[in-house]
């Protein structure tokens, strides 16, 4: 694709289909390449880069080239878009060269490792003048939460007062052995779930933890965090990586006359011998199918379009890590922290998923 024809800006509306690499193929990034290679319309599997490059090979097959450099993939002219699902800390880096070149991403959260870097990527995105980054907050995506936020929404149940969220995983992942990676990377979709549902900022986080294991020399797998939300809300959330039984993100949003959740499990029931059971997810990737499928084709939807994306944006990327860094500075201090989200650029408040008022 010559440099001069950016797809997002309406000089190739109407593309068939968009081809989009792959930066990363470890177990988010061979979701999303198997996810174009074989489930999202309109799109499909371009490129993939990842310095294993037998690993990468094993996911693109026969007729997709891959990378070991991900600047060489994003560079290349058969790559239209790009997902960035490589190590978080290069998130922020990878997203600028995508800005630079003028093409669209899907960068998987979180945006960076702090905030200061991932502010670098809206300024990025405030200088070029039009939106081309979309964060991984799946979740946004997902039918039940979806349900939620539009029982919310409706007032039907009144207006809203409490979110209650868990979110456990039944093991914690070799990169995750700190208590500050379990905040970024899994209580950073948690934030997000609480910006998003209320339409609001974060205005103070007051975190606590455990460490439930002595193997983890001291890292807070366990963590519950209390937030006040948007002048007046409340919010908690259970963040635990080492549940052992399964793969669960609940949520109950308590309104004036009623509540929403999701429910705990889209699985049968199956009766036997006196007993009832129900399968549980063991990983994000079976409990979110449908929606990592819905984030990819809504972001490649738009740039077929020559649209700008309208889901969670640079904006919320931002925003949740600075709201993950006060939770880190709780946790350290043992006292609550105010949460201090700047003015946001008019660029952010359009209408649409991403927006938070
Ligand atoms: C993982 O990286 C994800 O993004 C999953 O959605 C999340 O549930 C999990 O806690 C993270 O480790």
């Known amino acids: 694709m010559k440099e001069d024809q950016v797809v997002n800006t309406g000089k190739r509306a109407g593309i068939e289909q968009v081809s989009v690499g792959v930066v990363g193929a470890g177990g988010m990034g061979g979701m ?14 371009a490129a993939i880069a990842d310095v294993d490059a037998d690993r990468a090979g094993k996911i693109a097959g026969k007729n997709v080239p891959v990378f070991r450099e991900a600047v060489e993939m994003i560079r290349d002219e058969s790559v239209e878009a790009v997902v960035i699902a490589s190590p978080s800390a290069t998130h922020a880096e990878l997203t600028l060269e995508c800005l630079r070149l003028g093409k669209p991403v899907l960068c998987e959260k979180p945006l960076s490792t702090t905030a200061e870097d991932a502010l670098e990527v809206v300024e990025a995105e405030v200088e070029l003048g039009r939106k081309l980054v979309q964060l991984g907050f799946m979740r946004r995506f997902d039918k039940q939460h979806l349900a939620v936020k539009e029982a919310v929404d409706s007032g039907s149940i009144g207006a809203p007062l409490l979110f209650k969220g868990w979110h456990r995983n039944p093991h914690i992942m070799s990169s995750m052995a700190t208590s500050e990676s379990v905040v970024f990377d899994s209580m950073i979709h948690d934030l997000d779930s609480v910006r998003w549902m209320f339409g609001s900022e974060i205005d103070e986080v007051y975190t606590r933890g455990m460490s439930t294991r002595p193997d983890l020399e001291g890292a807070h797998d ?50 036997r011998d006196a007993m009832q059971y129900q399968r549980i997810h063991t990983d994000p990737f079976a409990r979110f199918q449908p929606a990592f499928v819905a984030e990819m084709e809504r972001w490649t939807g ?42 946001r650029p008019t660029l952010y408040r359009g209408e649409g998923l991403g927006v938070v008022r």
Do not use: K
């Open 302 to 343: 738009a740039i077929r379009n020559g649209e700008q994306p309208d889901g969670p944006d640079a904006w919320d990327g931002y925003a949740a890590l600075v709201a993950a860094e006060s939770c880190i500075a709780s946790l350290r201090s043992g006292s609550p922290q105010s949460v201090t989200v700047p003015e």
């Open 222 to 271: 366990l963590q519950l965090t209390q937030m006040s939300v948007g002048g007046g809300l409340l919010a908690t959330v259970e963040v635990y990586v080492t549940a052992e039984y399964g793969y669960e993100v609940g949520l109950e949003v308590v309104c004036e006359s009623g509540t929403a959740q999701v429910a705990p499990f889209d699985e049968a029931v199956v009766r």
């Open 32 to 45: 999303h390449a198997q996810n174009l290679q074989s489930r999202v319309a309109g799109a499909s599997l």
